[in-house]
């Protein structure tokens, strides 16, 4: 007992009691178990809304479409442990390609369409990708991988015109890929440890890594939320899901697109968070779930405009990806009267680390500012930062986490593996919090270096190691900033060369011809200990 054994871990479980999971299928087979063989399933009832045409994709045409675009990428030549990019705004071209590649057995590495060429052109090469899956407007980007030998496949602007033709760009149009013929391709073996999706992240230290996600984490991950006689997440084929948080990233892509898809629900794809259409939307569709970060609590709490819309279809409503005050989460409780509100706390290394008991079919009650008790079928703990010795109740330290639905690794890096998933299993989430007397979640700081604007990662290595790549710059260090809206915004301190006249603009020019990260930038010197101070 822990208690009594206190040279033993405290580990902390879910409430909820461990459940069977099927995590031998391939992920494509367990997120759509319910509509095949004798699964409970309609396939006639709406799977996709596209918000932005009105579309709608039934299960059936989701899965139809998954199967003609695997024909489509294998014709072109992708094969089993492939990678593929998806350099896609969230659209159901982004689901459809992603359950694509992921029914052939390949590896979809997803990345932010708004990155620089120089940032698309690193993760395309390290991460091997031989084909991008992109939207015509973004193939300027793309030139010199394709000359490189990396197959293009566009996508219309407008989305899917139907009509097939090889544009003269030497880009695949992605219609030839949905109108492949699904017979020419056999099902596919798939190993349970096969990586299915290689987001990248820079975890707890350094530079972005491609994080190996395998079949079994993600049906693992899902599973932990959706699945059971009581699910923590009680999604159902009832819901309405509204998806504007960036499918490319963890978040959406494990806790809302695959997770619906599980339980039937309807996944309303938006493509970017603007309040006055998202509430309009809201409205339309009867939308039930609305799945947010912190900044997008922030629109709803300061908008008036809340109050000429009907958001009283409103179940469900989730925050996760970064801190939220206890003040914002009572404030925004009162714009949507018939919403339970909780957090999902995740990490792309680890999917989904806790999610809120208030959200269970039988719910449990809640406390304002947690961000969720640990899921089932998991193990998490709490070590002293200094002795690693673990921590019992109320007791500060790192959250470590040990279950199935951990990534298999960081591509290529074992020593960032190593120093992330230890020999026992454990994942080191470098969040400092602690574990209350109702196993409630709550996280007071950070350990690691990751800095979280709007719930986006930036790593402070990747940024210093651009301005020191600069001639006229010396040394640079950045770190985080608290602020109200982005929650962080990174800061950096720059020291020049001597006798250089750079100034703010140089520098920021400079770094923004290279990476999207805005910055805030302050001189500094280097001190005679050889740190940096303000200069
Ligand atoms: O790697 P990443 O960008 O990943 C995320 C994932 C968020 C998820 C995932 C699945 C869910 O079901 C869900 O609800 C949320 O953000 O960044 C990981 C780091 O972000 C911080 C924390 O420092 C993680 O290590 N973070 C994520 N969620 C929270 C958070 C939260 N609720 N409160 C405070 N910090």
């Not at 309303?268 to 339309?284: A, D, G, S, T, Y």
């Not at 909780?342 to 208030?358: D, F, I, N, R």
């Amino acid at each position: 007992d822990e208690e009594e054994e206190p040279s033993h871990d405290f580990i902390f479980r879910s409430k909820l009691p461990d459940i069977f999971i099927p995590n031998h299928l391939p992920l494509t087979d367990y997120v759509f178990q319910r509509f095949s063989g004798d699964g409970d399933g309609d396939s006639s009832t709406t799977c996709i809304i596209d918000g932005a045409t009105g579309r709608i994709l039934t299960y059936a045409d989701v899965q139809t479409n998954m199967r003609r675009i695997a024909a489509g990428i294998h014709r072109l030549g992708i094969r089993h442990g492939d990678v593929v990019m998806l350099l896609l705004p969230n659209s159901p071209e982004f689901a459809l390609s992603f359950l694509a590649v992921a029914y052939l057995g390949a590896v979809s590495t997803t990345a932010n369409p708004f990155y620089t060429q120089p940032e698309i052109a690193k993760q395309a090469k390290a991460s091997a990708a031989k084909m991008i899956i992109t939207k015509k407007c973004l193939v300027d980007k793309l030139t010199n991988l394709k000359n490189d030998g990396v197959l293009i496949v566009c996508l219309d602007d407008d989305g899917d015109n139907g009509v097939v033709s090889s544009s003269d760009d030497g880009c695949v149009s992605f219609t030839e890929l949905t109108q492949a013929d699904e017979t020419e391709l056999l099902k596919p073996k798939i190993s349970p440890e096969d990586t299915v999706a290689m987001p990248y992240s820079s975890g707890t230290t350094g530079l972005p890594k491609g994080v190996m996600i395998t079949h079994k984490g993600l049906v693992t991950s899902i599973a932990q939320k959706v699945d059971g006689e009581n699910p923590n997440l009680n999604f159902t084929a009832n819901d309405v899901i509204l998806c504007f948080l960036p499918m490319f990233h963890i978040y959406a892509l494990d806790a809302l697109m695959l997770s619906a898809m599980r339980t039937g629900a309807a996944l309303l794809i938006v493509p970017r968070f603007e309040l006055n259409l998202v509430m309009e939307l809201i409205q339309r569709y009867k939308v039930t779930v609305v799945p947010v970060a912190p900044p997008v609590v922030l629109a709803f709490i300061k908008s008036p405009e809340t109050e000429r819309y009907d958001l009283s279809s409103v179940r469900i409503m989730l925050s996760g990806a970064a801190t939220l005050k206890k003040e914002l989460e009572d404030a925004v409780r009162l714009k949507f009267p018939n919403a339970i509100f909780g957090q999902g706390y995740g990490m792309t290394e680890s999917g989904t680390v806790a999610k809120s008991l208030a959200f269970a079919k039988n719910p449990f009650k809640t406390k304002s500012g947690a961000c969720g008790t640990v899921i089932r079928n998991a193990e998490m703990k709490v070590v002293d930062t200094e002795t690693g010795i673990s921590l019992p109740r109320n007791k500060s330290g790192e959250i470590c986490v040990r279950g199935h639905q951990l990534m298999k690794g960081y591509l290529n890096d074992p020593e960032a593996t190593a120093r992330t998933i230890d020999k026992d299993g454990w994942l080191h989430t470098g969040d400092i919090g602690f574990v209350d007397d109702d196993d409630e979640i709550f996280i007071v700081d950070r350990l690691k270096e990751l800095i979280k604007f709007k719930g986006y990662q930036v790593a402070p290595a990747e940024l210093e190691a651009l301005l020191i790549s600069h001639p006229s710059i010396d040394d640079a260090a950045v770190v985080a900033m608290k602020d109200e809206v982005a929650d962080e915004v990174p800061v950096a301190f720059v020291a020049r060369s001597q006798g250089s006249q750079l100034t703010e603009d140089d520098v920021k020019s400079y770094v923004n011809k290279q990476v999207r990260i805005r910055f805030r930038f302050f001189n500094a010197k280097h001190t005679q200990d050889g740190k940096l101070s303000m200069s």
